[in-house]
């Protein structure tokens, strides 16, 4: 990877992090591009280590990190293009909302009018304006949540680093707030997600990272990462008007392990080893009479690939 | 706008605001009503001490009074009110927000933990000297104001008065920067403060009994060389006395030396405790 590519991207350069003799991470390579990236594992599986590493709150015991090209070890310089959204559910204390984020930006350096500006604007996008001059000591666990993001949203960066964002918010603002990650990813930010809830991250993920017990066991675009494991056989639900016809001629072939009738009656599921045989397969049937209305992978969400790499470790669903 | 190569106005810009946020903190929350009372103690003594005297018409002399100022001053104030309070109020500017783990606050802004450093030292400093500056004042005011103002005015302006004031005023300050450096960096390398408390309690008053070269590796021997007023039962006696060794330093060093020595023990410690506060770690399980 060259320089200008490095300074675009999140590296993890063979890093391993131990507290002590408790082992966080180890062996650690990952290169994140923008976009929305998921680190998915249960709890205790190294997904807010990696988090803490990557805003330089802790450091590697080994290995080496860069974020936008810039080391963690510069704060100075990391946080101008970095908002963590941390865990830590304290604040300082007598502060309202709009103070803690007037303080932050203030605290950078920014003036008062940009101050000013910056924290409206983070308010606003998380949507806690009513609430913004009331002491954060009596906010809800959603609204300290939304807070803390605004703070990592407020000074604009390139990168957001959000550790179990969604935990304690309302369906609606959770699903606001989903929103504002994809606009966010769409606009080139990199937004790094930790969650141990499966499909909280299902759909909005352009890539993931599954750990479990402080390691990397899958990394990369969810399809991608299906497509690597091959001993398990690759679902694939097909709806069609005569799923019996449809099951009848994709049994007798070799690629095929497994069909079953969907239990509404209006599609087939499929297993196969081989699943660009099956679907040239699937179109000389097409040809055939059956009318197939849509055909897609049926276990190439997270939730799937996570229990075929690490079996009954699954996070909450 | 930078000044050779180094962002000097930004740095000032976040030291301000470090301020205004901690001093905040400090008066609202951190503060304990003891850091007061420590403070004060001397002022109710003097308070009472006058009010006898009002009572029973019994005066005392100024020289005398000087004298007991300048114990007072030296053993209880400098001693134990001025280090006591500086290991409330430093030792918690870091310490404290790691034990109520809001110190990723300040972790996740685009800061140098210099800066840090220096913004809650001297939010520290800022709230120690408004306090036992203010008590240094108070106490002067009310051990001598039972005299009448004519003698006060008298002492202030052609005796030592004026002088001595500034000299105690001008102690209690650099009490502060020394006690408070020394706190500040205790604190980001201890997690009982009772430890390093008792350690550098010890350390200060055996200073007496120490090398010369150890000597200065403390504070209170610039503190005593700076005191405008010697205590006569220390000097009078045995050099060799245990309050002679206390009160007394036996190689004093001259005003501009005690000044730039303490001031450079503080600043060393400033740049230790910056070091350990770039290494610093947020990890406040392990706390």
């Known amino acids: 990877m060259n320089g200008q590519e490095a300074g675009q991207r999140i590296v993890f350069e ?47 015991t080994r290995g080496r990190i860069t974020v936008l090209g810039i080391s963690p070890d510069e704060p100075e310089r990391l946080f101008q ?28 350096g920014r003036p008062h009018l940009a101050a000013d500006r910056l924290a409206g604007q983070a308010i606003e996008q998380v949507n806690l304006v009513e609430a913004a001059h009331r002491r954060i000591a009596g906010y809800s666990k959603g609204m300290r949540q939304r807070i803390k993001l605004a703070q990592a949203l407020c000074h604009q960066p390139s990168a957001l680093v959000l550790d179990e964002p969604l ?3 309302d369906p609606l603002i959770r699903a606001e707030t989903i929103a504002l990650f994809r606009t966010l990813a769409q606009e080139g930010l990199h937004v790094i997600i930790s969650s141990h809830v499966l499909h909280e991250v299902d759909a909005v993920s352009d890539q993931v990272v599954l750990l479990s017990n ?15 494991i091959h001993e398990q056989p690759m679902q694939i639900l097909i709806r069609c008007n005569k799923p019996g016809d449809l099951a009848s001629q994709v049994f007798q072939q070799d690629c095929v392990v497994e069909a079953r009738i969907h239990p509404d009656g209006q599609g087939l599921l499929v297993k196969t080893r081989d699943a660009g045989r099956f679907y040239l397969l699937l179109n000389r049937i097409a040809q055939g009479g059956i009318n197939i209305e849509s055909v897609a992978p049926a276990d190439d969400d997270v939730l799937s690939v996570y229990e075929y790499l690490i079996g009954t470790e699954e996070p909450t669903k | 706008m930078s000044t050779g190569g180094l962002p000097w106005a930004l740095w000032r810009a976040q030291i301000l605001a470090i301020l205004r946020l901690e001093m905040k903190k400090t008066f609202v929350n951190r503060l304990g009503v003891w850091i007061y009372f420590l403070a004060l103690a001397p002022v109710l003594l003097y308070a009472f001490h006058t009010f006898v005297q009002l009572r029973t018409g019994r005066w005392g002399n100024l020289g005398e ?59 520290g400093l800022l709230a120690a000297m408004l306090i036992f500056g203010t008590s240094t004042l108070l106490q002067f005011v009310a051990m001598y104001w039972s005299f009448g103002w004519n003698t006060v005015q008298e002492y202030l302006i052609h005796g030592q008065g004026a002088e001595h004031l500034a000299a105690y005023l001008g102690v209690t300050i650099l009490a502060c920067v020394g006690y408070g450096s020394v706190f500040l960096g205790a604190g980001l390398l201890f997690r009982n403060p009772l430890i390093p408390t008792l350690l550098i309690l010890v350390w200060e008053a055996i200073n007496g009994f120490l090398p010369g070269v150890l000597q200065k590796i403390s504070v209170i021997f610039y503190l005593k060389s700076l005191c405008p007023v010697g205590i006569p039962e220390a000097t009078a006696l045995n050099r060799g006395s245990l309050l002679a060794l ?16 303490l001031l450079l023990l503080s600043l060393v410690l400033l740049v230790l405790s ?10 406040y399980g392990a706390d």
């Not at chain 1, 998921?38 to 590493?53: A, C, E, H, Q």
């Open chain 1, 214 to 228: 402080g390691y990397v066991v899958a990394e990369g675009q969810i399809h991608g990462v299906r497509e690597e």
């Open chain 1, 14 to 60: 063979d890093v391993s992090k131990f507290y002590g003799e408790v082992l966080g991470v180890n062996r650690v390579n990952l290169s994140i591009p923008a976009g929305i990236t998921s680190l998915v594992g249960p709890n205790g599986s190294g997904k807010t280590t990696l988090m803490n590493l990557m805003t330089g709150l802790v450091r590697p």
């Open chain 1, 81 to 108: 293009k970095v908002g963590y959204c941390t865990q830590f559910d304290s604040f300082p204390k007598g502060l309202t909302g709009y103070q803690f984020l007037y303080s932050y930006l203030r605290v950078s």
């Open chain 2, 65 to 123: 009074d000087t004298h007991i100022f300048a114990s007072v001053f030296q053993f209880f104030f400098l001693r134990l009110a001025i280090f006591f309070g500086c290991v409330g109020i430093f030792m918690n500017l870091f310490r404290g927000e790691v034990l109520d783990k809001s110190m990723h606050y300040y972790f996740l802004v685009p800061l140098r933990r210099e800066v840090l450093v220096i913004g809650k030292f001297l939010s």
């Open chain 2, 246 to 261: 206390i009160a007394v330093n036996p190689t004093p060093a001259s005003p501009a030396t005690a000044i730039l020595g």
């Open chain 2, 274 to 283: 910056s070091v350990q506060v770039r290494r610093m770690q947020i990890d």
């Open chain 1, 167 to 169: 935990n304690g918010l």
